[in-house]
């Protein structure tokens, strides 16, 4: 059974810093393609970041770019958002999620991921 789990949310002044981590048991990140999405209340859910399975192919949202950085440890299985510089929009439920044989052209899409993690809230506030 595949499980994802997100850890590290909470509660962040604006301009601060905060490091999302997903374990994943039940499937080798190594072997997917994984992302992070987030969801704001009355929001769809949208694409922040995603890595295709290894280093290089890193790709960000307009949004996040520059401020956030998606990374994995293929040994540990796990996948992290550094979120830098953060700012009240930021704030949201964030997901992640892993798909194996994931296309460039699908990469942003929810809809193309397999499985999800529960999400951990993140909110900016002062």
């Known amino acids: 059974q595949v499980q994802l789990v997100e850890s590290g949310g909470g509660l962040v002044q604006p301009g601060g810093t905060l490091r999302l981590s997903c374990a994943a048991s039940g499937l080798s990140f190594r072997t997917y393609a994984v992302a992070w999405f987030r969801q704001a209340p009355g929001r769809e859910r949208e694409f922040v970041a995603a890595n295709r399975r290894s280093g290089d192919n890193t790709y960000y949202s307009d949004s996040v770019k520059g401020r956030f950085t998606i990374s994995r440890d293929n040994a540990k299985n796990t996948v992290g958002l550094e979120m830098s510089s953060l700012k009240p929009e930021d704030t949201a439920v964030y997901y992640c999620?892993?798909?194996?044989?994931?296309?460039?052209?699908?990469?942003?899409?929810?809809?193309?991921?397999?499985?999800w993690g529960q999400g951990t809230q993140v909110t900016v506030s002062s």
């Open positions: 999620a892993a798909k194996r044989g994931l296309i460039l052209s699908s990469i942003r899409g929810p809809q193309n991921y397999d499985y």
